[in-house]
C-alpha cells in the first residue's frame, strides 16, 4: 500500500523529534487539525512547522477545543 505525500510528510516531520516529543506532537497535530477543519472546512497542517514549535518548547497550558 502507497502512503500519501500527506501521511509520509507527517511521518517524516514526527520522525525528526526525540522518542518523548512524539506524543505532544501527536497532541498538537490533532488539537490543529481539529481547529482547521472546523474554522475552513478542511485540515491544514504543516508538520514541519508543528515539530518545530515542539522542539522548542510548545505545550498545552488549557484543555483541548470543544466540539461546539
Known sequence: MNESPKSS???EAR????E????IF?????????ATRKRFGQG??????????VRVGWRHAAEPLSDE
Request: glycine content about 0%; aromatic content about 14%; charged content about 35%.
Open 9 to 11: 510528510k507527517r511521518e
Open 15 to 18: 520522525n525528526s523529534l526525540p
Open 20 to 23: 518523548d516529543l512524539r506524543p
Open 26 to 34: 501527536d497532541e498538537l497535530v490533532e488539537d490543529y487539525q481539529f
Open 44 to 53: 491544514f497542517v504543516a508538520y514541519t512547522i508543528l515539530a518545530e514549535l
